[in-house]
């Protein structure tokens, strides 16, 4: 009798085991799906021909470095009066082939063309939005590698309602939610400043994160990881920790695009304060997972009272995706393209962000004639 519960026993562990460890292979897949996925949608591989298929015994071929301008004019463009990206003096847009049946020369030249646009952007926020650039880590000194975010107020009071905008991964930088929009279509769609704006007409402050900026040249000009921000989800807990976590805030809004999800899911697993200040957290596209990110039950049902994933789907906007009491409301983004969903989300997302604020507020007038 005891040989039999001894083997069902071991039958039981090892069923647990292998359940224990295909959770723990998914979610790497997932994650790597999703940085994949994101890549994709956010950037220089939009272009690129689909990757050479080498075996190990192969040496890949080696590509010539080439140097291209470093502002917009020297590449003879400009952004017009509609924010669309066009040729100073063809009126054209962006054509990615410079030079015929050369991808590396034309790939190269895209990505160069990136780099301006993402210093363009940077200047953008500071000028147009009226933000602050935050050097991080906030102590660092003159010989490390230093990133930065953007924010339009330094030190947060009690009154203040913060907006907190988390970008995707790939090679998106602070205020651009999809380069591939910003080349291709214009900087109200592929960049965060409609959302500042909006923000800020509702009384908002807004913090910018940086969190694919995780590397930086140091004194020596050696380039290494920034302290405390060496991926995306460090990086979104560090901004937490060292602007938030310990303010006087009440009310905070998140707006999460892509992977972006991911971290602002480890950032409820892993910080307390957040269901105290967070009030609501608009996903768009988000690419997270309750079960693969082995979230608590209060973290789903916070989600799905606080939380909307707009997704994309061929229905019209806000049209219910999916609803559940493990994780957030799906709603469409009224787009079957990933990168487009903030943009075309931004009204409903701010609908029921306006439609939330007032229910709080009427519920806090409630309580205080209940007091008297």
Not at 103 to 111: C, D, G, L
Not at 143 to 165: G, H, R
């Amino acid at each position: 009798m005891n040989i039999y519960c001894n083997q069902a026993a071991a039958v039981i562990f090892l069923g647990w085991i292998s359940l224990l460890l295909l959770k723990v292979v998914m979610a790497s897949l997932s994650d790597e799906k999703a940085i994949r996925q994101d890549e994709d949608d956010d950037g220089d591989t939009v272009h690129s021909a689909k990757k050479l298929k080498l075996n190990h015994n192969e040496e890949r071929p080696k590509q010539e470095k080439h140097k291209f301008p470093t502002t917009l004019k020297e590449f003879y463009y400009h952004f017009n009066k509609n924010g669309q990206l066009k040729h100073m003096e063809t009126g054209e847009p962006f054509e990615f082939v410079a030079r015929e049946n050369d991808h590396s020369y034309n790939q190269q030249r895209y990505e160069a063309l990136g780099e301006v646009i993402t210093k363009h952007v940077y200047n953008l926020l500071e000028t147009e939005a009226g933000l602050k650039r935050i050097p991080i880590p906030i102590d660092a000194d003159d010989t490390e590698a230093k990133s930065f975010i953007f924010t339009s107020k330094e030190q947060f009071t009690e009154t203040d309602k913060v907006l907190l905008l988390i970008h995707g991964n790939g090679v998106v930088r602070a205020g651009q939610w999809s380069r591939r929009l910003i080349v291709n279509d214009c900087l109200d769609s592929g960049t965060q400043l409609p959302y500042i704006k909006r923000a800020k007409q509702m009384g908002f402050e807004v913090m910018v994160l940086n969190s694919n900026l995780n590397k930086a040249a140091n004194q020596d000009g050696k380039e290494t990881s920034v302290r405390g921000s060496s991926n995306s989800k460090s990086h979104v807990l560090y901004v937490w920790d060292h602007f938030l976590e310990n303010s006087p805030v009440k009310t905070v809004v998140i707006v999460a695009h892509s992977f972006g999800g991911v971290s602002s899911l480890n950032l409820a697993k892993n910080r307390r304060g957040f269901f105290k200040k967070v009030m609501f957290l608009a996903l768009t596209d988000s690419v997270h997972s309750m079960l693969f990110h082995d979230a608590s039950r209060n973290i789903q049902r916070w989600y799905s009272e606080n939380a909307i994933n707009w997704v994309t789907s061929d229905e019209p906007l806000d049209t219910l995706v999916q609803k559940s009491t493990k994780d957030c409301l799906r709603l469409s983004a009224g787009t079957k393209k990933h990168e487009e969903t903030s943009w075309k989300s931004i009204d409903s997302v701010f609908s029921n962000l306006g439609e939330r604020l007032e229910k709080t507020t009427t519920e806090e007038a409630t309580s205080d004639k209940d007091e008297l």
